[in-house]
């Protein structure tokens, strides 16, 4: 037999990128820019709760909650700021080098360079025709402004008028934290957590039990009709979920549960979803483990809760996660299910600062939401990655 030798040198090596080797820079620039752009409606809600209702729909928005004061006599006043002037010189335009009083309304800053923030401009509309503006740059010299000042004398509140320069108004932060108290004062607010607390354990646990048992009979035992047994539960995903209320409802009505924890709890204990996912993952363990335990005497049970539970923990928590955020921020089923306050759970509770007879409290609905999802930032801080976990496997084959 001869001897086959091979040149390793003229073979051509292909030289691929190992995932996650080498991931340019803009990859990661963009992921940031995303994330920032979807925290910004969570960043809003805050600086909002934090807000006297008079700062909730000012022009241009304020994201820190502030004030005006002076300092008077070496102590701080504070102060409402009704009208400010300017002083100003034109330095570009057909006014050039001329001098006049014009209202701040009328000056507006640009950047000189969109790339350049940081080179603002000040500019004023010297056109008599507002259809077809003209912009000239001038230099601001001085600015006066005009105060309301409130101050309490034998017990009657009133106001004084005094005109000041701008650089002698300054700016403070205030954040109204009462907000978050009064969110508690003004509405049962902690028993609608405590609702949502209890009903979401409850769903969630009764969920995961009832999903893995279904899971394990579809994926580990034999019995006639399975497949099709299992198809038919799966075609019940396919029914919109507004189209199963008022069966559900008229269901709970007959049995004398409308208003209840009974009610609110066992309609969501039990998923399709949750039992699918189940089944693909446990259709991935080794049926070898299994048939090692029924040489050893197990039965159908103990292989369940000392085999497959224990080698299923990722797709436990996943859809522990899963459960616990839907069951905690439902808002459809408990508003139908729910008569009386004290029953309401969170996201209904909520609804009570909308359509007041003095208006949607904005202040206060978003204070109260960002303590409604506390316990979710919390959770998922600490989960995220059973959430990719849980995308993998929508893909799983059995």
Do not use: H
């Given at each position: 037999m001869s001897d086959n030798k091979v040149d390793l040198s003229k073979i051509?090596?292909?030289?691929?990128?190992?995932?996650?080797?080498?991931?340019?820079?803009?990859?990661?620039?963009?992921?940031?820019?995303?994330?920032?752009?979807?925290?910004?409606?969570?960043?809003?809600?805050?600086?909002?709760?934090?807000?006297?209702?008079?700062?909730?729909f000012v022009y241009p928005p304020k994201w820190i909650p502030d004030y005006n004061y002076i300092i008077e006599d070496g102590n701080k006043v504070e102060v409402n700021v009704i009208n400010e002037v300017y002083e100003i010189k034109y330095i570009s335009g057909a006014l050039k080098g001329t001098k006049s009083t014009v209202p701040k309304g009328n000056i507006d800053v640009e950047w000189r360079r969109w790339w350049t923030p940081w080179d603002k401009v000040n500019l004023v509309n010297t056109s008599k025709n507002k259809k077809f503006p003209r912009w000239d740059e001038v230099e601001i010299l001085s600015g006066v402004a005009t105060l309301d000042i409130l101050f309490v004398k034998d017990g009657v509140t009133n106001f004084r008028t005094k005109e000041v320069s701008v650089d002698k108004v300054f700016k403070g932060v205030r954040p109204v934290w009462k907000n978050y108290s009064k969110v508690i004062e003004v509405m049962p607010f902690l028993r609608f957590y405590w609702n949502s607390f209890i009903v979401s354990?409850?769903?969630?646990?009764?969920?995961?039990?009832?999903?893995?048992?279904?899971a394990y009979s579809f994926s580990r035992l034999n019995f006639p009709g399975r497949d099709k047994l299992f198809l038919g539960y799966l075609a019940t995903m396919m029914i919109p979920y507004a189209v199963v209320l008022v069966p559900v409802y008229i269901l709970m009505n007959w049995l004398n549960w409308v208003d209840t924890f009974r009610a609110l709890i066992i309609p969501g204990m039990f998923s399709a979803?949750?039992?699918?996912?189940?089944?693909?993952?446990?259709?991935?363990?080794?049926?070898?483990?299994?048939?090692a335990a029924k040489i050893d005497g197990c039965n159908f049970l103990r292989i369940f809760w000392n085999i497959i539970l224990p080698l299923s923990k990722p797709a436990l928590a996943t859809l522990t996660v899963f459960t616990l955020l839907g069951s905690w921020m439902s808002f459809m089923w408990p508003l139908i299910v729910t008569n009386s306050v004290s029953m309401k759970t969170l996201p209904v509770g909520l609804a009570y600062f909308q359509d007041t007879g003095f208006g949607t409290q904005y202040e206060l609905l978003m204070a109260g939401a960002f303590m409604a999802i506390i316990p979710l930032v919390i959770m998922f801080v600490f989960t995220q990655r059973f959430f990719v976990e849980g995308i993998k496997m929508q893909g799983l084959k059995g």
């Amino acid at each position: 037999m001869s001897d086959n030798k091979v040149d390793l040198s003229k073979i051509k090596v292909l030289n691929r990128k190992k995932p996650g080797e080498k991931v340019s820079v803009g990859y990661y620039i963009l992921l940031t820019l995303v994330a920032c752009f979807m925290i910004v409606p969570l960043l809003w809600m805050i600086s909002t709760s934090l807000k006297n209702p008079a700062d909730v729909f000012v022009y241009p928005p304020k994201w820190i909650p502030d004030y005006n004061y002076i300092i008077e006599d070496g102590n701080k006043v504070e102060v409402n700021v009704i009208n400010e002037v300017y002083e100003i010189k034109y330095i570009s335009g057909a006014l050039k080098g001329t001098k006049s009083t014009v209202p701040k309304g009328n000056i507006d800053v640009e950047w000189r360079r969109w790339w350049t923030p940081w080179d603002k401009v000040n500019l004023v509309n010297t056109s008599k025709n507002k259809k077809f503006p003209r912009w000239d740059e001038v230099e601001i010299l001085s600015g006066v402004a005009t105060l309301d000042i409130l101050f309490v004398k034998d017990g009657v509140t009133n106001f004084r008028t005094k005109e000041v320069s701008v650089d002698k108004v300054f700016k403070g932060v205030r954040p109204v934290w009462k907000n978050y108290s009064k969110v508690i004062e003004v509405m049962p607010f902690l028993r609608f957590y405590w609702n949502s607390f209890i009903v979401s354990v409850l769903i969630t646990f009764g969920q995961v039990l009832t999903s893995a048992m279904a899971a394990y009979s579809f994926s580990r035992l034999n019995f006639p009709g399975r497949d099709k047994l299992f198809l038919g539960y799966l075609a019940t995903m396919m029914i919109p979920y507004a189209v199963v209320l008022v069966p559900v409802y008229i269901l709970m009505n007959w049995l004398n549960w409308v208003d209840t924890f009974r009610a609110l709890i066992i309609p969501g204990m039990f998923s399709a979803y949750g039992t699918f996912m189940l089944r693909q993952f446990f259709m991935t363990i080794p049926v070898d483990l299994e048939d090692a335990a029924k040489i050893d005497g197990c039965n159908f049970l103990r292989i369940f809760w000392n085999i497959i539970l224990p080698l299923s923990k990722p797709a436990l928590a996943t859809l522990t996660v899963f459960t616990l955020l839907g069951s905690w921020m439902s808002f459809m089923w408990p508003l139908i299910v729910t008569n009386s306050v004290s029953m309401k759970t969170l996201p209904v509770g909520l609804a009570y600062f909308q359509d007041t007879g003095f208006g949607t409290q904005y202040e206060l609905l978003m204070a109260g939401a960002f303590m409604a999802i506390i316990p979710l930032v919390i959770m998922f801080v600490f989960t995220q990655r059973f959430f990719v976990e849980g995308i993998k496997m929508q893909g799983l084959k059995g």
